[in-house]
């Protein structure tokens, strides 16, 4: 698999996840060395108490230094106070620094149970990466999953389409089946000739 075929998915507490979906944080730090290429889709997913996908970005660049020196670069674009940066850091002889660029939310949620119905999916404590075709799978019944597959994968237009038409006819099938849609009367238009 190469590295276009999959995605970065961040586990990030709340206020994290709201601070990059704001724009305040662009910078998330990792304690051990992320080796991930610019451009990297990223999937932003916020832990307890949220539980959910909440957004998409890609990979600006990714400063792997001392954790001194991340700070000094990446001070203001963290969200982190120092002693926060100094308490998570404490120890690691590495840090990384992963810039985030074209951060978007979803509009929808896509919560820790719908994920869990597609299959045996948990949460990375710190991140995973995901194939397109993981993706797909944990998202195509949801509302969003044609937003995301787009955001995220380098798929065509027909397989985005295809997850489409497939949550468009499965949310159609459960609602015939909950409840008898009426039948709209048909109009004609009357045709003049000259």
């Known amino acids: 698999m190469n590295d276009n075929e999959r995605a970065l998915l961040l586990s990030l507490h709340p206020r994290f996840a709201d601070s990059i979906l704001d724009g305040t944080k662009?910078?998330?730090?990792?304690?051990?060395?992320?080796?991930?290429?610019?451009?990297?889709?990223?999937?932003?997913?916020?832990?307890?108490?949220?539980?959910?996908?909440?957004?998409?970005?890609?990979?600006?660049?990714?400063?792997?230094a001392r954790p001194a020196e991340v700070w000094a670069t990446h001070t203001t674009r963290t969200a982190l106070s120092r002693v926060e940066f100094d308490d998570y850091t404490d120890g690691a002889r590495y840090a990384s620094a992963v810039?985030?660029?074209?951060?978007?939310?979803?509009?929808?949620?896509?919560?820790?149970?719908?994920?869990?119905?597609?299959?045996?999916?948990?949460?990375?404590?710190?991140?995973?990466?995901?194939?397109?075709?993981?993706?797909?799978?944990?998202?195509?019944?949801?509302?969003?999953?044609?937003?995301?597959?787009?955001?995220?994968?380098?798929?065509?237009?027909a397989s985005i389409a295809a997850v489409a038409d497939v949550t468009h006819t499965q949310r159609r099938n459960r609602a015939s089946t909950a409840a008898p849609q009426p039948v709209p009367a048909r109009q004609h238009t009357r045709v003049r000739h000259a």
């Open 99 to 157: 810039v985030l660029r074209n951060v978007e939310p979803l509009s929808q949620q896509v919560p820790l149970s719908h994920l869990r119905s597609a299959g045996d999916f948990h949460p990375p404590q710190s991140y995973r990466y995901l194939s397109m075709q993981d993706l797909r799978q944990l998202v195509t019944e949801h509302p969003m999953a044609p937003t995301l597959l787009r955001r995220i994968a380098p798929v065509s237009s």
């Open 26 to 64: 662009t910078v998330e730090i990792r304690r051990q060395r992320v080796a991930v290429p610019v451009g990297t889709p990223v999937i932003l997913y916020a832990t307890s108490p949220v539980m959910a996908l909440v957004g998409t970005a890609q990979v600006e660049h990714v400063q792997v």
